[in-house]
């Protein structure tokens, strides 16, 4: 039978880029909030091969009712989290929820349903290798995923940043993917986390406006990635030719972070990249 691979925020940019992809050699149910879009999104695709639910990833019934439709279109493949918000689109709470919260609560949710061959691809950011975070680590591994918020709220100034509390919900979802990454390995699965770099979407482009251009210039090709591009590596990571990648992050932001750790352009820039917390 056909694997079904579920994608959230499939109604976004990125999400969109993956549907379409994924929907070579998959049954893919694309899922989102925004109900309208993802009509359009699902209506401009080939009939019988994409299937739309409409769905809340902070409500566990939501949640639960996007698993029970996916057990209806056959096998699970994969599970790719595409959804999240960027720093101007909410207040740092929701940013930290949608981008934490919700996201790991979606990957948990699937547990139950993986098996031999399917790989769950949560998108990250390189936000999350900014500055210190690596520092806050093992604290991901001592406290749920819903008291996150208030257990980072003492310790950082998460509350009134809204690049922090975007940047560590992304760092979140890459440690908390590595640690569930055996358990998902002896259930025959894998468990793998991207994070892109400037990207051409609309989220991308609102970044560049607020002050990120820096990432573009600290690039090789200086350009923005392509959203086609980073479906082009959750295709491959899904695929049986990944087979031995998981528990693992990837960047693929055209060599920025790299260069801003390593050789910046200028100090300037540099110093922008370093993240107070």
């Not at 990207?199 to 002050?211: E, K, P, S, V």
Request: aromatic share 6%; hydrophobic share 45%; net charge negative.
């Amino acid at each position: 039978m056909t694997p079904v691979a579920v994608v959230t925020g499939a109604a976004g940019g990125l999400g969109r880029a993956c549907v379409e992809r994924l929907g070579r050699d998959h049954i893919v149910l694309a899922a989102d909030v925004a109900s309208g879009s993802l009509h359009d999104l699902v209506t401009s695709l080939p009939a019988g091969r994409v299937h739309r639910q409409v769905c809340d990833l902070l409500d566990e019934h939501s949640v639960a009712a996007l698993v029970k439709r996916s057990q209806t279109l056959g096998p699970l493949g994969a599970v790719v989290n595409a959804a999240g918000l960027a720093p101007g689109d909410a207040p740092p709470r929701a940013l930290f929820e949608v981008n934490y919260v919700a996201a790991m609560s979606v990957l948990d949710a699937f547990v139950p349903h993986i098996g031999e061959g399917c790989t769950g691809v949560a998108v990250a950011s390189i936000g999350a290798h900014r500055g210190p975070l690596a520092m806050f680590d093992s604290d991901w591994m001592l406290i749920p995923v819903e008291d996150a918020w208030h257990h980072f709220s003492e310790r950082t100034q998460i509350e009134a940043n809204e690049g922090l509390a975007y940047a560590l919900a992304k760092r979140g979802v890459i440690v908390g993917c590595q640690a569930r990454s055996r358990s998902w390995g002896l259930a025959g699965a894998r468990l793998v986390t991207v994070s892109p770099g400037n990207l051409d979407t609309r989220m991308g482009r609102a970044a560049r406006a607020a002050g990120a251009e820096y990432l573009i210039s600290a690039t090789g090709s200086g350009r923005a990635g392509q959203p086609d591009e980073i479906a082009a590596l959750v295709a491959f990571l899904v695929s049986p030719e990944a087979s031995y990648i998981t528990g693992t992050d990837i960047r693929i932001d055209g060599g920025a972070v790299a260069s801003l750790e390593f050789d910046p352009p200028t100090a300037e820039e540099a110093q922008r990249w370093q993240l107070r917390i």
